[in-house]
């Protein structure tokens, strides 16, 4: 058992087509005594705090889908911040949340002990897409404040951008430059990345679960491996990443 994180980074909240088949295999993913219910709190990972919810991740409808909520520590000053600096909200359940963006704020609240008790210790990082680099920075670095870190390109017309909140990355994948108008899925959350301390014992752990994996492969970061879990029921691209 890692030492209790007391104030989660960010709450990500996956819609999901049945979310008590989410549960479960979330349950096996991440070690957990028991499976997160979607009818109560979500569970807490070191730096992240999991919920699930029902709902279905459609193009062009941003209320339906993914939902991150970045902590503060009071919420009602920084929701008159965001407004004034051009991002509109609406109330939630949680706290703000854009009205056409699904990135929102909630209050840093002390919690007890992670729920895991294995291998897997936290989100390594969050990967979004963006249809625009400046439209990213500007939203991401001015909007919410992220630690900006790194932008390089990865194809044509592509580039992969980096912020840091905390100890948890936020990657985001944007084309360089778009005609279009921004729509109400310019701005999406794509998938996870857990973070483990021990890849092979977790990819042993999850394939003795049942759950549908790729082989261990280098990740792009010096210094890490990675595999793909390839389950619909999860919600969201998936990946584990670890040291070598």
Same mark, same amino acid.
């Given at each position: ?52 919810? =029902?709902?279905?991740?459609? !193009? ?39 009205? #056409? ?44 404040? &992220?630690?900006? $870190? &790194?932008? =390089? ?6 580039? =992969? ?13 944007? /084309?360089? #430059? ?6 109400? /899925? ?6 996870? /990345?857990? $973070? ?23 990740? $792009? ?9 390839? !389950?619909? /029921? ?11």
């Amino acid at each position: 058992m890692i030492p209790p994180n007391p104030f989660p980074t960010a709450i990500v909240e996956l819609a999901c087509a049945d979310p008590a088949l989410a549960a479960r295999a979330h349950e096996i993913l991440l070690g957990l005594s028991g499976a997160p219910d979607p009818d109560s709190p979500g569970v807490v990972l070191g730096n992240t705090e999991l919920r699930l919810r =029902q709902g279905l991740v459609e !193009e062009g409808d941003a209320d339906a889908g993914h939902r991150v909520y970045f902590t503060v520590d009071d919420v009602a000053p920084m929701h008159r911040l965001l407004t004034r600096r051009g991002f509109p909200v609406v109330e939630s359940p949680l706290g703000v949340i854009g009205e #056409t963006t699904p990135l929102g704020i909630t209050a840093r609240e002390a919690v007890g002990e992670s729920a895991h008790a294995v291998d897997v210790t936290g989100m390594d990082h969050l990967v979004f897409n963006c249809d625009n680099r400046d439209r990213a920075v500007a939203l991401f670095g001015g909007v919410f404040g &992220l630690d900006f $870190r &790194l932008d =390089q390109p990865i194809g044509d017309n592509a580039r =992969q951008l980096f912020f840091r909140a905390g100890d948890l990355i936020v990657e985001v994948v944007t /084309a360089v #430059t778009s005609t279009e108008p921004p729509t109400t /899925a310019a701005t999406s959350l794509w998938g996870v /990345a857990w $973070r483990s301390t021990d890849v092979e014992a977790t990819h042993a752990r999850l394939r003795s679960g049942g759950l549908d994996l790729s082989e261990i492969r280098t990740g $792009r970061k010096k210094g890490t491996r990675i595999f793909t879990v390839r !389950e619909r /029921a999860l919600g969201t691209r998936t990946v584990i990443i670890g040291p070598v």
